[in-house]
């Protein structure tokens, strides 16, 4: 089955640690977004990925980091710099040629920072 | 800055009931534009996707029409059943080809049986 597959599904972390969330997909899509989404918003982009080796900050990337080493992994690391970490966390993935885009979510990462 | 707005942000049905999602946003020039549901503590599932050269799409029983000049569209539902019962989000994406999504904030809606 393709799809895109988020690990863990619940994390758990104390204040001033560093965590990373695992996003995978084999739908041979070339881009990775990261998201996050708080409770009655609506969801905010942290990091996008067009290529591997490549990656642009989104409009909430303060406080975390990522990497493409490979074009079928986005990981997320979320540094003790982020204020306020807990929140759910989704992965997104879409092909960057070839109308009309459309980008397909993972299950999402349930982030708890106490 | 590109902000877009659902409303109503809850809506409660009996089952049968023909219903419809609003969706609007600020800035007209976009490339696309995606529903999508999420049940509660899961990921995002694609309804449909519009782009900006088309009025609508149709899947099933849902209809999602797309007016860019006046920035709204709207997922018509037709026929509810419990099983639609969900939050519905729209997404626009900025018209420079890579596919930034904004998001609004969604609609929840509840179909009782």
Known sequence: DGGITQSPKYLFRKEGQNVTLSCEQNLNHDAMYWYRQDPGQGLRLIYYSQIVNDFQKGDIAEGYSVSREKKESFPLTVTSAQKNPTAFYLCASSFMTGAPYEQYFGPGTRLTVT | ?113
Do not use: H, M
């Not at chain 2, 088309?54 to 849902?62: A, K, M, P």
């Not at chain 2, 709204?72 to 969900?86: H, V």
């Open chain 2, 1 to 113: 800055k590109q902000e877009v707005t659902q409303i109503p942000a809850a809506l409660s049905v009996p089952e049968g009931e023909n219903l419809v999602l609003n969706c609007s946003f600020t800035d007209s020039a976009i490339y696309n534009l995606q529903w999508f549901r999420q049940d509660p503590g899961k990921g995002l599932t694609s309804l449909l996707l519009i782009q900006s050269s088309q009025r609508e799409q149709t899947s099933g029983r849902l209809n999602a029409s797309l007016d860019k000049s006046s920035g709204r569209s709207t997922l018509y539902i037709a026929a509810s059943q419990p099983g639609d019962s969900a939050t519905y989000l729209c997404a626009v994406s900025p018209n420079t080809g890579f596919q930034k999504l904004v998001f609004g904030t969604g609609t929840r809606l509840l179909v009782s049986p």
